[in-house]
Nanobody, 127 residues
Framework: QVQLVESGGGLVQAGGSLRLSCAAS????????MGWFRQTPGKEREFVAR????????QYTDSVKGRFTISRDNAKNTVYLQMNNLKPEDTAVYHC????????????????????WGQGTQVTVSS
């Protein structure tokens, strides 16, 4: 079992930046594909980005391409989400998640693919 703890959320003005971190417990972090999802109250959880175990493959939802960058440091058991040029519509609770399933182009963006979830960190973009 993996425990995930997000941090780095906060209040930022439109056009600003935030860097989210997700610290994972356990000894097999590099074996997990990691993802970031976000959720607004009353809406379904939305896929944001994912990264392969070695960090060489990344996918993003279209709305964040060119603005967000997912990365990981396996030596630190941490995955990051660098969020630039933030927009009010980015406001959400951001969750990191870990998947032990092999990559699939049809499922990587589905929440059901991920077995472990962090508690989330709030990102609020004003203006």
């Amino acid at each position: 079992q993996v425990q995930l703890v997000e941090s780095g959320g906060g209040l930022v003005q439109a056009g600003g930046s935030l860097r989210l971190s997700c610290a994972a417990s356990g000894r097999s972090f590099s074996n997990y594909r990691m993802g970031w999802f976000r959720q607004t109250p009353g809406k379904e959880r939305e896929f944001v980005a994912r990264i392969s175990g070695a960090g060489t493959n990344k996918q993003y939802t279209d709305s964040v391409k060119g603005r967000f960058t997912i990365s990981r440091d396996n030596a630190k058991n941490t995955v990051y989400l660098q969020m630039n040029n933030l927009k009010p519509e980015d406001t959400a609770v951001y969750h990191c998640a870990a998947s032990s399933q092999p990559y699939s182009s049809s499922t990587y963006s589905s929440s059901g693919t991920y077995s472990y979830w962090g508690q989330g960190t709030q990102v609020t973009v004003s203006s």
